[in-house]
Structures are given as C-alpha cells and as structure tokens.
C-alpha cells in the first residue's frame, strides 16, 4: 500500500543528509595575497544606494544583453528585471552518498517496473543510473499518488524532464533561464588586495580572476603598495531569477604606484582574451614568475655569499620560497633542452624558447617533462622540492638572454602580439563604451576623496 505523500516527505527527511559538495580552491596564490600582501587598507562599494547619477551608469550605450547594478544594491537596473519561470510544487529529493535511483523511486513509493520504464526511455534517462551525492531529482504526482512529472538537472541550463502523457511515459530537455547582470566594484587597498576585493563584496575567484588580469605587469606580492586601486565592472549569472555563480570580468583598471594599467575581454580569432585599451595582449610571452610563492629567499645577486658552500658564488637567478609540492609552470612557449638530476641541482628542467632566451628550473621533488618535449606557457613541468644544494623547499629561477643571466624580477619580458588591425576597429568599438564607465568610477572616487 502506498502511503500518503506527507507521510512518506516526514519519513524521507529522518534519513541524515550528507551531502558532499566540494568547493572550489583557489591556488596558493590567494593565500599569497591574504597573508604576504605588501600593502595596507580598506574599500568602498562602487554606488552606494540613492547616488544621484546613477541613472546615467544605465544610459550608457553597453550590450543590451547585459544589465547594470551596483555592488552595493545588487538590485537590477530601473524598468529590467530578471525573468523567473512560475513556481511550481515539486518535492525535492537530494541523492545521499551510497543511495541510487531505486533507492529513490522505492522512498517515493514507486515500484521498480517506472523505474525501468523511465531508463529505457533514451540516453539521457539512460544515464540516470550513474547518479552522484548532491544531486537533486524532484517530483510532482497526480492526485492518487501516482507519478505525474520527474525533473533531474543535466547541467546549469539544462532539466531533463519525464512527463506523463495519455500514450505513456516520455523524456525530453528543457532549458534553464540564464541571465547575466553586471556589476561595478572599485577598491583602495590598505592591507592587501585580497582583503580589498572581499570589502568590495567579491568573491575569491573574482579577486582571482582580477589579479590574473594584470599579473605580467604586477606582481600581487611585492609590487602592491597602501594607496593603490582598482576599478572593475564584472558579471554575475542568474538562472530562473536567482543568483547562480560569478561570470567574467568585462574590464578593470588597477592603479599600481601612479601607473595606470587597463584590460577589456575581448573575443577575436584566438577566443576571449584582455587587451589594453590600444589593442596590446595584456597577456606576456612569459610569466613573470613561474609558481605561486611565499615570498622571495634570494634575489638575483652576481656576488652573494652562498650559505653552503661558504663563499662568494653570484646568484644568477630568484629563489621563491613554496611549501614542497607547489606546482611550477613553463614560463614561456619552448622545448625541454635538459631534464634531470645532479647533486647540485637537484631535479632540474632547462627549457629553449624563441628569441635566444633560456629558462632554467632548479631543485624540483620531482619532473613531469622529458628532454626534447615541447611544452605550452602554464603547463606544469615540475614540483617544488629541495633537492640538490637546498636548506629547503624552493625555486631557484634563472633568465638567459644569449648567454648571459638576468634578472627575472626586472628583465623586459617580449610580448604576445597585439590584434590584428582587422579586429582592432570592433575592439575599439566595443572597449570604448566599458572604458567610459571605468572612468566615471575613477572620476567619482577622486571627487570623494575630496570631500
């Protein structure tokens, strides 16, 4: 006998719940930034609420797509609104570590005869077999218990839906409104940029995300000072009316020690990527420093006193100090020319880029790339360790321009080619109106610094 649906909900709920829904970690870099940030200070949100002008931020002639609103209200620009589907009564059911669609139908009060009916129904349904802890299904029923309607989300804009029809059971996909608002956030920082981004009410991957932006021109460890600012205006997504996850960022301005540095995300033949405001790639042709470290334990230094061999040996390169295991990354475009191992340097790869230039990687715990292998700016070619000639954990990084060393911390590093001129009238075009906004938040904060 199948029980009554309030019966059966109490009877559901007294299972306990254990969800396990991982959460995303940000790389060694975020705590970089909380704990090793150089610089000290607080922020203000973008528009505060009732600001006289703001009308004006909505009038500006940005993708119609997308709409605009103040960190601080986080309300939807006068006369749009996000869209959300009538709310209709679904039960919902979230899947327990162990538990499987059976499990689910048999609590439900529904026989294994629907199930196989549901299974055998196409791939989709199919692949309800293969169901994960966290996940929801929901239901709805008809007035004698039976099985009206089941929804399963297949992504973050798809439902899978199985309707009962008069001929039978049948499945199909439907999608899931999203919409996209963007938002404005600017920040003074006082005690680092992380600290800064979280009073501006971003998110740690936003914060991320914005730090990437600007890391060849900035380094977020020892280049931050009190006093510098930043300027954003970045996306949010929302699915069926409510908030789903933080988007891109459209456009910034970071004011590093007076210099001005701006970036617009633009898509042209090599997808979205962030140009300067004259078509230069914000991106370099190498990274400024190839691992998210601590802090620095050696500079570069052609006459420093090596602490184990007890005399004078120039430093041809920066130690970053990381815990053990930290990832390294090729720090350009190139081909492994060495990977090995030597009591002097340990584990160490040697990489031959463009240009005559040579980087050199030292004291890994261990390599993931072979001699003659052809590596990708990013990839991962090694691990932080201590082997070779090292009191403990770090990277030792080295910069040979023709032969001869230099300072990996102040070399001038090549950059990416800009876009091409085909592309350039679109971005300017495009950039223009973001670059407008950018500077009416820069002008209304210089005016309130004032005050």
Do not use: C
Not at 41 to 55: K, T
């Amino acid at each position: 006998m199948k029980l009554p649906r309030p019966i059966r909900q109490v009877m559901q709920h007294m299972h306990p719940l254990r969800n396990f829904v991982s959460q995303s970690r940000l790389a060694l870099f975020a705590f970089t930034l909380i704990v090793f940030g150089m610089a000290l200070g607080g922020l203000e949100s973008v528009v505060e609420p009732g600001v006289a002008d703001f009308s004006d931020v909505v009038e500006l002639p940005l993708p119609t797509r997308r709409m605009i609103a103040s960190e601080s209200e986080r309300a939807l620009t006068p006369g749009e609104s996000v869209t959300s589907e009538p709310v209709e009564d679904w039960l919902t059911v979230t899947v327990r570590e162990g538990q499987s669609l059976d499990t689910i139908f048999r609590e439900q009060g529904y026989g294994p005869g629907l199930l196989h009916e549901v299974i055998a129904l196409n791939e989709d349904t199919a692949r309800l077999t293969r169901i994960k802890p966290g996940e929801a299904f929901e239901f709805q029923e008809d007035t004698d218990g039976s099985l009206s309607r089941m929804r399963y989300a297949l992504d973050e804009s798809r439902y899978l839906l199985v309707d009962r029809l008069p001929n039978g059971l049948s499945a199909y996909t439907r999608e899931r409104q999203l919409s996209t608002m963007m938002f404005e956030a600017k920040g003074v920082i006082d005690s680092s940029l992380f600290m800064a981004g979280k009073k501006a009410g971003l998110s740690d991957a936003m914060v991320m995300k914005l730090a990437n932006i600007f890391g060849w021109d900035i380094d977020f460890v020892l280049d931050i000072r009190g006093g510098d600012r930043f300027f954003m205006l970045y996306e949010k997504i929302y699915r069926d009316g409510e908030y789903l996850r933080d988007g891109e960022v459209l456009a910034a301005t970071f004011v590093n020690q007076g210099e001005k540095f701006q970036a617009v995300r633009f898509e042209a033949d090599n997808g979205p990527q962030y140009y300067a405001p004259d078509g230069r790639h914000m991106r370099k042709a190498f990274l400024r420093a190839p691992l998210n470290f601590s802090y620095i334990s050696s500079n570069f230094n052609p006459k420093r006193f090596h602490p184990i061999l007890r005399r004078v040996k120039a430093h041809n390169g920066i130690d970053y100090r990381a815990p053990q295991g930290t990832p390294v990354y090729a720090a350009g475009d190139g081909r492994v020319i060495r990977s090995g191992y030597d009591q002097y340097n340990g584990h160490h790869v040697f990489l031959q880029h463009a240009n005559s230039i040579v980087t050199k990687y030292l004291h890994f715990t261990n390599r993931t790339v072979k001699n003659g292998e052809r590596v990708k700016q990013g990839q991962v070619i090694g691990y932080v360790g201590a082997t070779g000639l090292a009191e403990a954990p770090h990277l030792h990084y080295e910069f040979v321009v023709n032969g001869a060393h230099r300072n990996p911390r102040t070399v001038s590093l090549p950059a990416v080619k800009p876009l091409e001129a085909q592309h350039l009238v679109s971005f300017r075009q495009h950039a223009a109106p973001y670059l407008n906004q950018l500077g009416r938040l820069e002008s209304a904060s210089m005016y309130a610094s004032r005050e």
